[in-house]
C-alpha cells in the first residue's frame, strides 16, 4: 500500500503537484497526462527521487523520506532515460550487479544474468558493449535489471517511450504480468488502460481517478478534442 498524505510539491514560487491526499493499494495502476502536467514528479515521489514540499509518502508504512534505502530497495524505479540507470559495461554484468544487490550469491549471479537476459530476448546482447545496444534495447536492459532485484513495487517512467511497436507492446504485457505492484506514467494508452486503475494528472492536479479504462477513455477523447485545460468528463477523484 502507497499512501500519499498532504503532499504538495513546489519549485520555486511554483506548485508542481498540488495538495494530494492518495492510498495505492491497486496491483496496477496507470498514470497519464499531457506533457508537464506533472506524472514524472508524482511517480518520483514513491521512491524519494523528489521529496514532497509538504506532506508525507509511505510504501508498506515505511515513511520515504525518513528510510530512503529501506524504501528503495522495495521500489524499483525504470527510468525514462535507460542511460540514467545502466552502469555497467555489458548487459550480463548490469544484471549481475542488480542481482548482487538482492543478496544473489556470486556464484549463481552469471547463470542467472543469462536466463534473466533471455526471458526479455536479450540473449544474443550478454556480453556486448551496453553502448551498442540500441535505445529500445537498452530500455529492455534497464527494465531487466530493474526486475533482478525482485522490486515489491515497479515503478515506471514512460517505459515504452523509445520502444518500437513490437517491443512496446512486448514491454507492456511484461509490466503488466510480473508480480510486483505496478506504478506506470505512460502515454501509451493501451497499457493504461490495462491497469486496474488510472490517475489522470492535469496542471499538477488528479482531476480523474478509477477505473483504467474508463479514466484512460475520458483522458483520450479530451486530448484529441484538443480542448486544454482541466475539465474531465469521466470518474472524479
Ligand atoms: N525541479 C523543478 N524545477 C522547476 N520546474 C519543475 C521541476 N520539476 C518539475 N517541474 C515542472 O513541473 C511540471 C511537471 O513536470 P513533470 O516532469 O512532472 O511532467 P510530466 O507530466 O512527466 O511531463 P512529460 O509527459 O513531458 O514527461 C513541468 O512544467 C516542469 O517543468
Keep these: ?4 498524505e498532504g503532499v504538495r510539491v513546489a519549485a520555486g514560487e511554483r506548485t508542481v503537484l498540488h495538495e494530494l491526499d492518495l492510498e495505492l493499494a491497486e496491483r496496477r495502476i496507470a498514470v497519464v497526462g499531457a506533457n508537464g502536467s506533472g506524472k514524472s514528479t508524482f511517480v518520483r515521489l514513491l521512491n524519494g527521487l523528489v521529496l514532497p514540499s509538504a506532506g508525507a509518502v509511505s510504501v508498506d508504512g515505511v515513511h520515504v523520506e525518513r528510510h530512503l534505502d529501506r524504501v528503495r530497495r522495495q521500489v524499483g524505479f525504470v527510468f525514462t532515460d535507460p542511460d540514467a540507470q545502466l552502469v555497467m559495461p555489458t548487459p550480463a ?8 544487490r538482492a543478496g544473489v550469491p556470486a556464484r549463481q ?15 544474443d546482447h550478454a556480453d556486448v558493449s551496453v553502448r551498442t545496444l540500441s ?3 537498452r530500455q529492455l536492459l534497464a527494465l531487466t535489471a530493474v526486475l533482478a532485484t525482485g522490486p515489491a513495487v515497479l515503478v515506471c517512467d514512460e517505459p515504452t517511450t523509445l520502444l518500437d511497436l ?3 507492446a512486448r514491454v507492456a504485457a511484461l509490466l503488466l504480468a510480473q508480480p510486483a505492484q505496478l506504478v506506470v506514467a505512460t502515454h501509451h494508452l493501451e497499457l493504461a488502460a490495462a491497469a486496474e ?3 489522470w494528472i492535469d496542471a499538477g492536479r488528479v482531476v480523474a481517478d478509477g477505473p483504467a479504462a474508463a479514466v484512460v477513455a475520458a483522458y483520450r477523447a ?7 485545460g482541466a475539465g474531465p468528463g469521466g470518474p472524479g477523484p
Design 1 to 4: 500500500m502507497i499512501r500519499l
Design 197 to 199: 486503475r488510472a490517475l
Design 222 to 228: 479530451h486530448a484529441l478534442a484538443g480542448t486544454g
Design 166 to 168: 513490437r517491443h512496446g
Design 93 to 100: 554484468e548490469d544484471v549481475e550487479l542488480s542481482l548482487r
Design 135 to 137: 535505445s529500445g534495447q
Design 109 to 123: 549471479r552469471r547463470a542467472r544474468a543469462l536466463q534473466l537476459l533471455a526471458e526479455h530476448g536479450l540473449q
